[in-house]
Protein backbone atom coordinates (compact mmCIF):
# COMPACT_ATOMS: atom_id res chain seq x y z
CA UNK A 1 0.00 0.00 0.00
CA UNK A 2 1.49 3.20 -1.20
CA UNK A 3 1.00 6.57 1.03
CA UNK A 4 0.62 9.60 -0.48
CA UNK A 5 0.90 13.31 1.37
CA UNK A 6 -0.41 15.97 -0.99
CA UNK A 7 0.37 19.87 0.15
CA UNK A 8 0.10 22.52 -1.59
CA UNK A 9 -3.29 23.86 -2.54
CA UNK A 10 -5.29 27.16 -1.66
CA UNK A 11 -6.85 29.99 -2.73
CA UNK A 12 -4.97 32.70 -5.61
CA UNK A 13 -5.85 34.81 -8.50
CA UNK A 14 -5.83 34.95 -11.44
CA UNK A 15 -2.28 35.13 -13.45
CA UNK A 16 -1.05 34.21 -10.10
CA UNK A 17 1.04 31.07 -9.17
CA UNK A 18 0.93 27.54 -6.69
CA UNK A 19 2.84 24.98 -6.19
CA UNK A 20 1.62 21.39 -5.35
CA UNK A 21 3.84 18.40 -3.96
CA UNK A 22 3.07 15.16 -2.90
CA UNK A 23 5.55 12.76 -1.61
CA UNK A 24 5.17 8.99 -1.91
CA UNK A 25 5.95 6.29 0.98
CA UNK A 26 8.15 4.42 -1.55
CA UNK A 27 9.67 4.79 -5.27
CA UNK A 28 7.39 4.54 -7.99
CA UNK A 29 7.10 4.30 -11.58
CA UNK A 30 5.14 7.18 -12.20
CA UNK A 31 3.64 10.63 -10.24
CA UNK A 32 1.46 12.54 -11.38
CA UNK A 33 -1.63 14.78 -11.24
CA UNK A 34 -4.99 14.61 -12.09
CA UNK A 35 -7.66 17.11 -11.68
CA UNK A 36 -11.66 16.88 -10.97
CA UNK A 37 -13.85 20.30 -10.95
CA UNK A 38 -17.57 20.72 -9.70
CA UNK A 39 -19.43 18.37 -12.72
CA UNK A 40 -16.55 17.63 -14.63
CA UNK A 41 -14.70 14.27 -15.38
CA UNK A 42 -11.50 13.33 -14.25
CA UNK A 43 -8.57 14.76 -16.30
CA UNK A 44 -4.59 14.79 -16.93
CA UNK A 45 -2.74 17.54 -15.62
CA UNK A 46 0.70 15.88 -15.89
CA UNK A 47 2.42 12.80 -15.06
CA UNK A 48 6.45 12.05 -15.13
CA UNK A 49 7.96 8.48 -15.07
CA UNK A 50 11.03 7.73 -13.12
CA UNK A 51 13.12 8.06 -16.15
CA UNK A 52 11.65 12.17 -16.58
CA UNK A 53 9.24 11.41 -19.35
CA UNK A 54 6.70 13.86 -18.99
CA UNK A 55 3.07 14.62 -20.14
CA UNK A 56 0.80 17.33 -20.23
CA UNK A 57 -2.79 17.82 -20.29
CA UNK A 58 -3.56 20.13 -23.51
CA UNK A 59 -5.26 22.66 -21.34
CA UNK A 60 -1.73 23.22 -18.95
CA UNK A 61 0.94 23.08 -21.18
CA UNK A 62 3.10 25.80 -21.41
CA UNK A 63 1.74 27.07 -17.73
CA UNK A 64 2.44 23.98 -15.57
CA UNK A 65 5.73 22.45 -15.15
CA UNK A 66 5.70 18.77 -13.33
CA UNK A 67 8.87 17.68 -11.46
CA UNK A 68 9.87 14.97 -9.19
CA UNK A 69 12.44 14.69 -7.15
CA UNK A 70 13.74 10.43 -7.05
CA UNK A 71 15.61 10.70 -4.12
CA UNK A 72 12.54 12.17 -2.16
CA UNK A 73 10.05 9.72 -3.67
CA UNK A 74 8.00 13.32 -4.32
CA UNK A 75 6.53 14.60 -7.63
CA UNK A 76 5.91 19.04 -7.40
CA UNK A 77 3.72 20.89 -9.73
CA UNK A 78 4.60 24.05 -10.75
CA UNK A 79 1.36 25.83 -11.67
CA UNK A 80 1.88 29.75 -13.07
CA UNK A 81 -0.66 31.79 -15.07
CA UNK A 82 -3.83 30.41 -13.44
CA UNK A 83 -6.96 30.64 -14.76
CA UNK A 84 -10.65 30.23 -12.53
CA UNK A 85 -10.89 27.11 -15.17
CA UNK A 86 -7.98 25.53 -13.24
CA UNK A 87 -10.15 25.51 -9.99
CA UNK A 88 -10.61 22.14 -9.19
CA UNK A 89 -9.51 19.27 -6.47
CA UNK A 90 -6.32 18.05 -7.81
CA UNK A 91 -5.21 14.64 -6.92
CA UNK A 92 -1.87 12.81 -6.56
CA UNK A 93 -1.44 9.24 -8.03
CA UNK A 94 1.16 7.08 -8.49
CA UNK A 95 1.85 3.64 -10.25
CA UNK A 96 4.08 1.28 -8.43
CA UNK A 97 7.24 -0.16 -9.94
CA UNK A 98 6.39 -3.51 -9.94
CA UNK A 99 2.96 -3.97 -11.55
CA UNK A 100 2.03 -0.45 -12.35
CA UNK A 101 -0.68 -0.97 -9.93
CA UNK A 102 -2.20 2.95 -8.81
CA UNK A 103 -2.94 4.55 -5.78
CA UNK A 104 -4.75 8.15 -5.12
CA UNK A 105 -4.35 10.67 -2.68
CA UNK A 106 -7.47 12.54 -1.34
CA UNK A 107 -6.98 15.36 -2.98
CA UNK A 108 -6.28 19.24 -2.52
CA UNK A 109 -8.63 22.44 -3.83
CA UNK A 110 -7.37 24.75 -5.52
CA UNK A 111 -9.26 27.87 -6.15
CA UNK A 112 -8.40 30.96 -8.58
CA UNK A 113 -10.73 33.61 -7.91
CA UNK A 114 -10.51 37.08 -7.44
Known amino acids: ?8 GGLV ?24 APGKQRELVAVI ?3 GSTD ?3 SVKGRFTISRDNAKNTVYLQMNSLKPD ?3 VYYCTVE ?9 GQGTQVTVSS
Not at 13 to 36: D, N, V
Not at 96 to 104: A, G, I, K
Open 49 to 51: TIS
Open 56 to 58: YGA
Open 96 to 104: TMDLRRPYW
Open 1 to 8: QVQLVESG
Open 86 to 88: DTA
Open 13 to 36: QPGGSLRLSCAASETTFSMGWYRQ
